[in-house]
T-cell receptor, first 114, second 114 residues
Framework: AQSVTQPDIHITVSEGASLELRCNYS??????LFWYVQSPGQGLQLLLK??????LVQGIKGFEAEFKRSQSSFNLRKPSVHWSDAAEYFCAVGARTGGFKTIFGAGTRLFVKA | EADIYQTPRYLVIGTGKKITLECSQTMGHDKMYWYQQDPGMELHLIHY???????EKGDLSSESTVSRIRTEHFPLTLESARPSHTSQYLC?????????????FGPGTRLLVL
């Protein structure tokens, strides 16, 4: 069965510093991978997705993620964090298992220090 | 920007009342989903639909029911609300047939049952 682990419940970074949010997945085949961001009181917004091809994926708001099959990881990165990036970030894995199923991680809350 | 709407955004209601949470999308997506999300927690799939007159229960058992009479509309109903139903409810939709389903989320309904 597929699963997603986000090891960090919360992370604090200073504004302007770089960011990396970790995501590990478990799935027997090549998964579809997603990162979503959720601001307080809002729904989830898609940041980026990986289906195939180039393992470095560019998304919106200056985010990127790299799929590493050998490590079963799909970490999200941003070179310079802005205060507006403070939010909750969810990694998700989708797979074809008698239909298409998406499993979400527990989320990582990002705090940004001024 | 995805066009998926949820009403109401916030709802405070007494125990025993019947409530319906509305979800509509204008993208013509076949698939629609309801997730329940407690504060700071992961998303749990409670219902999904692959098309008109198709509804299925998700991974998390829920006392709510759903209907899908029209493609664009996927309401969720609680016949008798209880404090344990207090949560945020997120609706999502996705295309089908592409093998690369990306879910688009509404802004959510935050429900408080007193």
């Amino acid at each position: 069965a597929q699963s997603v682990t986000q090891p960090d419940i919360h992370i604090t970074v200073s504004e302007g510093a770089s960011l990396e949010l970790r995501c590990n997945y478990s799935y027997g085949a090549t998964p579809y991978l997603f990162w979503y961001v959720q601001s307080p009181g809002q729904g989830l917004q898609l940041l980026l997705k990986y289906f195939s091809g180039d393992t470095l994926v560019q998304g919106i708001k200056g985010f990127e993620a790299e799929f590493k099959r050998s490590q079963s990881s799909f970490n999200l990165r941003k070179p310079s964090v802005h205060w507006s990036d403070a939010a909750e970030y969810f990694c998700a894995v989708g797979a074809r298992t008698g239909g298409f199923k998406t499993i979400f991680g527990a989320g990582t809350r990002l705090f940004v220090k001024a | 920007e995805a066009d998926i709407y949820q009403t109401p955004r916030y709802l405070v209601i007494g125990t025993g009342k019947k409530i319906t949470l509305e979800c509509s999308q204008t993208m013509g997506h076949d698939k629609m989903y309801w997730y329940q999300q407690d504060p700071g927690m992961e998303l749990h799939l409670i219902h999904y639909s692959y098309g008109v007159n198709s509804t299925e229960k998700g991974d998390l058992s829920s006392e709510s029911t759903v209907s899908r009479i029209r493609t664009e509309h996927f309401p969720l109903t609680l016949e008798s609300a209880r404090p344990s139903h207090t949560s945020q409810y997120l609706c999502a939709s996705s295309e089908s047939g592409t093998g690369q389903e990306t879910q688009y989320f509404g802004p959510g309904t935050r429900l408080l049952v007193l």
